[in-house]
């Protein structure tokens, strides 16, 4: 496979796009940007494409074919990206629906059925059905991201397969266009409808004439090889043929992984889910003992019938998710069993349930949950699994490959007794989880692929692990379909007659092998064109920050993202990420498609010139620095500090941006502007304001903050302190944005801890923690700050003080930022470990103090920082002891973060993240709800793009407060 710009058959990548561009398919990028983030997907494969087509209607599909026929040039189609097996991959053309060609057409609630384009995310599908009612019953944990399209191409089933089927089973009709240009309806027929069909004698009826003499030659192999049990996913679905399931060929090509023909539009069936659910959770001693009681547990009607396996669980660190794990039953594995029904049935269904799960072997113990907030917490353990599994509890990194097998459920406790035994043969390791209910079981494997050795063992591991699930008549792939990791494989499985069927389906829908080539059969090698590979030496690129969890090395720090593509989630439930991508729908501004750059940077092959790459600048560009992806990433991927180390060392030496030197050094500017704050606020709301603007690199359309008449520093210092101070000393953290913004913040916060009897200290001088020039990269600077700040503060930390933040950002960089920018340095690591939030404070570390009661309703935007670092735990208890009816907004980041919806470029972006929840929830409020926000980010967003304004928590409480110190 070619790497280069040089591609198939000698072809150019440019001369490609270019006959593309001018054929009118649609948005054509052919740049080595793009192709870098189109690589790769979410398996262990890279595969560099000529050009990326992104069509926004239907003739630009079938313009796109009819240049690739006539260049010879393959096509792949794809929707998110997110399969584990490499068939989204393709060193052609790649056709991604996901950007634009993704419109839900029709919704027929009477006949329970809609339309969709295929590159439509399912959840949005699902939103359009709820709103009658409905959804469409195959739903995998990527539900929020994965398309139709995708689901279609690789036969999805997800959690409630048990009650609702695979995609095929919910698919009533499939239009799709063919290699050579060929458009054909698909749905089931009868023979009626064939002979009319091959009586036209069109294409579309020597197609059809051809199938079906295909599957009346092959009547007893079709019904004795294939379809035996739900989850034989593996190959073609040629079992749909028979007559008896009324030749459907449109369920015939669901699972061929776009190797036949591209959908250009399908028709689903929806269903009506039950009125209630609960969720049992079953815990056994290990994962085996959880299998053997499957069996026995599905004589119940289960929705779902889930597995988790306690190496899975062990790896994780997100405290709210730690905490859902901790409250599960005491066990080494789980089983999460979802029963529905009418609510005043479920209780009796739930009893029989566990009766029966405690009468197998090894069952230590159960628990009912109908709470819904609850059991989504713990179904978000599950859903993450992907994500979760590529870490090794030692932090050894864990890939798919052998990720997807299944088995009739009745075998499930014997393929994993052996399949447990065979991991140990090869001294690997991996997490189980999976459907257990349907046998297929997913697991993430510790393979080295940096050496031949590791390899080859990899390799022969597959062909074992292959002989072992067929010796217990069970699938290569449950749902995610062969790819390239299995589709080598299927002799193992199949015998010489199914693999020539195979070949001869093929054939008839696509004889110039010009779809998707290498899936299924004429298979790619599985250990070939791996993204890791001991051919391939990344540069030696030396970094500032030490990632650590990475052994201190770039390029396995980019390659942590292993493409399950939560980042390209619209859903704002719970997450930060990606806050630009839910705006743009560019993959680049994903944090998957900014990582799959940095990793191409380090291989030096199609982004080739490193640090100095304009590639990766540009799409690092919408990177908010929000953080949210180091907590919401399943896989932990840091793209701030990512972006902090890229933009260090691309503009070393060089001119930076102006954003850079006007915000980066807003600490240090907004110092001389305190010494005449009235002749600064005059400048930037004079004439000169636009001049100003663009000098510095600022949006024209921002308002600038006024500088405060006097600064926090300035009161505090002439200020008597008041209180008993029977508690000792804390110290405040003076951050430059409240000290010379919003001084109020910190006055209030001066109050609030003096009533709950501390005596308040601020650092000697003025320290900064250097966030603002380590979110511009510049950081040199940034270190030197760090360590004068870590060792002012040191005295009072090693005294046992706590240090108290009330800038989410700031208060973020003392626990996170600083210890790994100042690696080794004790001061650091003891600040870090010392500084609290108020919240923090107040409800952990302040026994016996009340809050003041206030009967309010508020809301509450959580900055993006503290929900990456410490939470909004421990403010909504705080807020919760004040009688305060809070709604805490799954918002994201509120769009403005620090000095991001401040730069030129990024103005609409900014607008449009805040626009998603936060802000029109603020418009909506009523007067009496308060509005929370402890970011000044947040408050000057809320401030500039609505008629309200925001609380800091501090001012809430300390407006509260009695008149005269009478704390107890």
């Keep these: 496979m070619t790497t280069t710009a040089q591609g198939l058959g000698g072809l150019d990548a440019a001369a490609v796009a270019e006959a593309l561009d001018q054929a009118d398919c649609g948005k054509v990028a052919g740049d080595a940007g793009h192709r870098a983030q189109y690589a790769a997907d979410a398996s262990n494969y890279r595969h560099v494409p000529l050009a990326v087509v992104f069509p926004r209607e239907r003739q630009h599909i079938l313009n796109a074919l009819a240049v690739c026929r006539r260049l010879g040039v393959p096509i792949t189609a794809r929707g998110a990206g997110t399969s584990t097996s490499g068939q989204a991959l393709g060193s052609g053309v790649v056709l991604d629906f996901s950007r634009y060609f993704h419109r839900l057409t029709a919704l027929d609630p009477h006949a329970r059925t809609a339309t969709v384009q295929p590159g439509i995310v399912l959840d949005e599908l699902q939103k359009a059905a709820a709103e009658h009612g409905l959804l469409f019953g195959a739903a995998p944990s990527t539900h929020s991201r994965c398309t139709l399209g ?98 459907h060929l449109a369920k015939a090509l669901v699972g ?281 030496t990344p540069l030696p690129l030396a970094t500032v920050f030490p990632f650590h969890a990475d052994d201190g090395d770039f390029a396995k720090a980019t390659r942590r993202c292993v493409g399950v593509g939560k980042c390209r989630s619209a859903d704002h439930r719970g997450d930060v990420m990606c806050p630009s991508y839910r705006v743009t729908r560019d993959e680049k501004d994903s944090t998957r498609g900014r990582a799959r750059l940095l990793y191409e940077m380090t291989q030096g092959e199609v982004i080739t010139d490193g640090w100095r790459s304009t590639e990766v600048r540009d799409a690092l560009d919408l990177c908010l620095s929000c953080k949210g992806c180091s907590a919401d990433c399943p896989v932990g991927v840091d793209m701030a500090t990512y972006k902090s180390e890229f933009l260090h060392h691309h503009y070393q030496g060089r001119l930076r941006p102006a954003s850079h030197y006007t915000m980066g050094w807003l600490p240090l500017l907004s110092r001389l502007a305190a010494r005449v704050p009235g002749l600064v606020n005059a400048l930037t709301s004079s004439r000169l304001a636009p001049a100003l603007k663009r000098l510095g690199g600022i949006a024209a359309q921002r308002d600038l ?89 040191a005295p009072a930390v090693s005294a046992g003080i706590p240090v108290v933040g009330l800038e989410p950002s700031c208060t973020a960089a003392l626990k996170s930022d600083l210890p790994e920018l100042l690696d080794g340095n004790d001061d650091a690591r003891a600040l870090s470990r010392a500084t609290r939030t108020l919240a923090e404070l107040l409800v952990h570390h302040t026994p016996g103090w009340q809050p003041p009661q206030i009967e309010a309703r508020s809301i509450s935007q959580t900055h993006c920082h503290q929900h990456a670092t410490s939470g909004f735990g421990a403010d909504s208890t705080l807020l919760a002891r004040m009688g305060i ?84």
Excluded at 349 to 377: K, Y
Excluded at 950 to 961: F, M, N, Q, S
Aim: aromatic share 6%; charged share 20%; net charge negative.
């Design 150 to 247: 995708g689901m279609i191409g690789n036969n999805a089933c997800g959690s409630h397969s048990l009650a609702w089927g695979r995609t095929a089973d919910n698919i009533v009709e499939l239009e799709v266009a063919t290699y050579r240009g060929t458009v054909v309806r698909l749905g089931e027929m009868t023979q009626d409808e064939i002979d009319e069909a091959v009586a036209a004698g069109d294409d579309r009826g020597e197609l059809i004439a051809s199938l079906h003499r295909l599957a009346q030659r092959n009547l007893a192999a079709l019904r004795t090889k294939l379809g035996q049990f739900p989850r034989q996913v593996s190959g073609y679905a040629l079992e749909h043929l028979l007559p008896e399931r009324r030749f």
């Design 256 to 536: 061929s992984e776009g190797t036949l023909a591209v959908i250009l539009s399908a028709t689903v069936r929806l269903v009506a889910p039950p009125p209630a659910r609960a969720l049992v959770v079953l815990g056994f001693s290990d994962a085996c003992a959880a299998a053997d009681a499957v069996p026995a547990l599905l004589k119940h009607e289960l929705l779902a019938l889930e597995g988790l396996d306690h190496a899975l669980t062990d790896i994780v660190t997100r405290p709210a998710t730690r905490a859902a794990i901790d409250s599960l039953p005491t066990a080494q594995a789980w089983l999460f069993a979802e029963l529905g029904g009418p609510a005043d049935a479920l209780p009796q269904q739930a009893e029989a349930l566990v009766e029966t799960a405690h009468r197998a072997a090894g069952c230590t113990g159960s628990e009912v949950i109908t709470d819904p907030v609850r059991a989504r917490g713990l179904w978000r353990i599950r859903e993450d699994g992907a994500g979760l599994a590529t870490r090794t509890p030692d932090g050894s990194e864990a890939w798919p490959g052998w990720e997807d097998a299944a088995v009739p459920p009745d075998q499930l406790g014997s393929y994993l007794r052996q399949f447990t035994d065979l991991l140990h043969r090869y001294e690997l390791q991996g997490a189980v989880y999976g459907h257990f209910g349907e046998g297929c079981l997913h697991v993430r494997i510790d393979f080295d692929f940096t050496t031949e050795q590791g390899t080859a063992v990899f390799r022969a591991f597959l062909a074992d692990a292959a002989r072992l699930v067929a010796a217990h008549g069970g699938s290569l792939s449950g749902e995610h379909g062969d790819g390239q990791a299995r589709s080598a494989l299927l002799p193992l499985m199949y015998g010489p007659e199914i693999i020539a069927l195979f070949e001869e389906f093929k054939t008839l829908w696509d004889p110039d092998n010009g779809l998707n080539p290498g899936m299924i059969v004429q298979p790619l090698p599985v250990d070939g064109d791996l993204r890791v590979s001991p051919h391939r």
């Design 705 to 793: 903050p006024r500088f405060a008449d006097q600064t926090f520093l300035t009161w505090f210092r002439r200020r008597t302190p008041e209180g008993d101070g029977r508690r000792g000393p804390v110290l405040l953290w003076v951050d430059s944005f409240n000290n010379h913004f919003s001084p109020d913040v910190l006055k209030a916060g001066v109050a609030v801890l003096e009533h709950a009897g501390y005596r308040v200290q601020v650092p000697d001088g003025t320290q900064c923690c250097g966030l603002t020039w380590i979110t511009t990269g510049q950081l040199g600077i940034a270190r030197r700050i760090a360590r004068r700040t870590t060792a002012a503060l």
């Design 885 to 968: 009816d809070n709604t805490t907004l799954d918002s994201g980041c509120c769009g403005l973060a620090g000095n991001f919806g401040f730069e030129r470029g990024h103005y609409d972006v900014s607008v449009a993240a805040g626009e998603q929840v936060l802000l029109p929830a603020v418009r909506s409020a009523t007067d009496e709800t308060r509005i929370l926000a402890d970011g000044f980010s947040c408050r000057t967003q809320i401030a500039q793009q609505t008629p309200r304004s925001g609380t800091h928590l501090a001012e809430l409480i300390a407006r509260a407060l009695p008149p005269t110190d009478t704390a107890t």
